[in-house]
C-alpha cells in the first residue's frame, strides 16, 4: 500500500478575484492540515505534469479547447461563462489540474496497490463536452478517465463524484459511453440544475435533499450504489472528491462530517481492492470553507490507509 499525493505549484499561484471562493488558501489549509495530522509522514508527494493538447482532446471537443487557449489574453482575464473566469495563469494551473489525473492514472495502473489523489485546482466535473460552468475549465476527472480507457485499454472505469454538486460535466461527456459507470451524489435541487433522472445506463444518480445526513448518506450510498458498483466489477476507480457537502461549508446545506469523509475513504479504497488492486485515483472538485475541507481531506485519505 502507498498513496501519493500528486499536485504542482502552479495550482497555488493564482487566484481569480478577491473574496472568491476558489481560492489558493484552500491548498494550502489542506497542506497545513495534512502536515499537522502526521499525515505529510506517511504519504508521497510528487509534481504533476501539464497535460498536451492532445490529452486534453480526449474528453473535450478540440474547437473548444483551441478557442479558449486563443481567447485567453495575456494579461487581464475573460469570463467562459457566469461562474469561470480564467487569465492565463489559471489557464496554465487547469493544464497541471488535467495533468496530474493523467499522472495519477499512470501510476496505479503501472504500480498497483496505489492510492493516488490530485491537490489541484481549477476544479472539473462541471466542464462540459464544448463548455466551462461553475469554476471548471477542462474535465479532470473525465480527461482521466479517457486517458485510461485509450491507454491501458480499460473496459471499465467507475467514476463516483461525492461533491454536493452534481457532476454535469462528466455526465455530458460519458452519456454514452458504455465503459464508463458514473455514480454522482448531489443536493438537489441545486447548482447546475440537471435532470435528477438519469437516461442511461452509464450514469447513476443520487439526488438528495438539503439537510442529508452522514448516516442517510451512507445508507442510500450501500443499499442504492455498492450493489451496483460491484457488479460494474471496475478496472479502474475514479472520484471526483469534493468535500462542499460539509455541514460547515455554507456553499451547499448536507450535513456530512469528517468521519462521513473518513468512511467513503474506506469504502472507496475496499471497492478498489476487491476488484482492482486498490487502484484508487481521487480528485480534488469543490469544499470552499477551510477548516472543514482540510479535516476532510485528511480523514478521507486515512480511510484509504
Ligand atoms: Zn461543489
Known amino acids: 500500500m502507498s498513496l501519493v499525493i500528486f499536485s504542482h505549484g502552479r495550482c497555488l499561484s493564482y487566484d481569480i478575484g478577491l473574496d472568491h471562493p476558489e481560492a489558493a488558501s484552500r491548498i494550502y489549509a489542506i497542506q497545513d492540515q495534512l502536515l499537522s495530522s502526521g499525515l505529510e509522514f506517511v504519504v508521497q508527494q510528487r ?14 471537443d478540440p474547437a473548444y479547447v483551441d478557442h479558449v ?10 469570463w467562459l461563462d457566469d461562474d469561470t473566469q480564467v487569465n492565463a495563469k489559471s489557464l496554465n494551473a487547469a493544464l497541471y489540474s488535467a495533468g496530474s489525473g493523467i499522472n495519477a492514472v499512470d501510476l496505479v495502473m503501472q504500480q498497483p496497490d496505489t492510492q493516488a489523489f490530485c491537490l489541484i485546482r481549477p476544479p472539473g466535473h462541471h466542464a462540459e463536452f464544448r463548455a466551462a460552468k461553475g469554476f471548471c475549465v477542462f474535465n479532470n476527472i473525465a480527461i482521466a478517465a479517457a486517458y485510461a480507457m485509450q491507454q491501458y485499454d480499460l473496459g471499465r472505469v467507475l467514476i463516483v463524484d461525492f461533491d454536493v454538486h452534481h457532476g454535469n460535466g462528466t455526465e455530458d461527456i460519458f452519456q454514452h459511453e458504455l465503459r464508463v459507470k458514473f455514480f454522482s451524489s448531489f443536493q438537489h435541487p441545486f447548482y447546475p440544475y440537471t435532470d435528477p433522472v438519469s437516461h442511461s445506463s452509464s450514469i447513476v444518480k443520487m439526488p438528495l435533499a438539503a439537510g442529508t445526513t452522514g448516516a442517510l448518506y451512507q445508507r442510500r450510498f450501500n443499499e442504492e450504489w455498492l450493489p451496483l458498483m460491484q457488479a460494474f466489477q471496475p478496472e479502474l476507480v475514479l472520484v471526483s472528491a469534493g468535500f462542499d457537502a460539509h455541514i460547515e461549508d455554507d456553499m451547499g446545506q448536507m450535513k456530512l462530517t469528517e468521519l462521513d469523509y ?18 484508487l485515483v481521487s480528485m480534488l472538485e469543490g469544499g470552499y470553507e477551510h477548516s472543514p475541507l482540510a479535516r476532510s481531506v485528511v480523514s478521507y485519505l486515512k480511510g484509504q490507509l
Open 69 to 78: 487557449f486563443d481567447a485567453v489574453p495575456d494579461t487581464g482575464h475573460i
Open 262 to 279: 473518513l468512511w467513503l475513504g474506506q469504502q472507496l479504497k475496499q471497492l478498489a481492492d476487491q476488484f482492482c488492486g486498490g487502484r
Open 47 to 60: 509534481d504533476a505534469t501539464p497535460a498536451s493538447m492532445e490529452q486534453l482532446y480526449l474528453a473535450h
